[in-house]
């Protein structure tokens, strides 16, 4: 919980040293990102007795990296594995 409450406040300080207006429409979508969605997910984790980054989602499994398993993932992305 606490990455995502820094990753906000990270947001705040890059939206005051820039000055593009693309740059900052792009911190401001990945602060509301943070802010918006991810924060209250691992908010709501937490308070269901979980604790934040010891789950095991997508982010924790172990891809695999030869076989089968390696090369069908990366043909869905459209490279050659």
Partial sequence: MQAEIE???MYDRLLRETNEPEVRALFQRLQA??????????ERCVAWGG?????????MR????????????T?????VA
């Fill in 7 to 9: 990753n906000i406040a």
């Fill in 62 to 73: 172990r891809q695999p990296t030869s076989g089968a398993g390696h090369a069908n993932r």
């Fill in 75 to 79: 043909r869905r992305r459209g490279r």
């Fill in 33 to 42: 990102k943070s802010r918006d969605a991810r924060l209250p997910v691992v």
């Fill in 51 to 59: 604790e934040a980054g010891n789950g095991t989602g997508p982010g």
